[in-house]
């Protein structure tokens, strides 16, 4: 993923995305799997990304597009809505446009939806 974000480093992410992240990292720190210090550290490096970053808002166009898309893939609701995000940005114009993402079943999805999709092996 860092190698992903030094090739590009104008992100464009749906405006739930620090939300996502910062549940990821608390979940984790409960599971054990990170440290406090490592909470800490992650949390103040997404802030710093966070900050140069810029977010797709919660539109109804952003809404009705992920309802559609929700009747066409086998999405949670807020992978729908990232998913939307990413169209909105793309003016529905996917082809030749990059959507990074770990997550199996959204990565299909957009893939299906037009996008290209990094990192190009499988994600979780």
């Known amino acids: 993923m860092l190698t992903v974000?030094?090739?590009?480093?104008?992100?464009?992410?749906w405006?739930?995305?620090?939300?996502?992240?910062?549940?990821?990292?608390?979940?984790?720190?409960?599971e054990g799997v990170l440290q406090p210090q490592g909470e800490l550290e992650a949390r103040?490096?997404?802030?710093?990304?966070?900050?140069?970053?810029?977010?797709i808002q919660p539109t109804d166009r952003v809404r009705s597009t992920a309802e559609r898309l929700l009747t066409?893939?086998?999405l949670r609701a807020a992978?729908?809505?990232?998913?939307?995000?990413?169209?909105?940005?793309?003016d529905d114009v996917s082809k030749?446009?990059?959507?990074?993402c770990l997550d199996d079943r959204l990565r299909d999805a957009a893939r299906?939806?037009?996008?290209t999709v990094f990192p190009t092996g499988t994600g979780r």
């Open 79 to 90: 992978d729908a809505l990232q998913l939307a995000s990413a169209l909105i940005w793309s």
């Open 44 to 55: 103040t490096a997404l802030d710093v990304l966070g900050s140069s970053w810029s977010e």
């Open 112 to 115: 299906k939806e037009g996008f």
């Open 96 to 100: 030749r446009r990059v959507f990074v």
């Open 5 to 13: 974000l030094k090739d590009d480093r104008h992100m464009i992410v």
């Open 72 to 74: 066409v893939h086998p």
């Open 15 to 30: 405006w739930g995305t620090q939300i996502e992240c910062v549940s990821a990292l608390v979940r984790r720190g409960r």
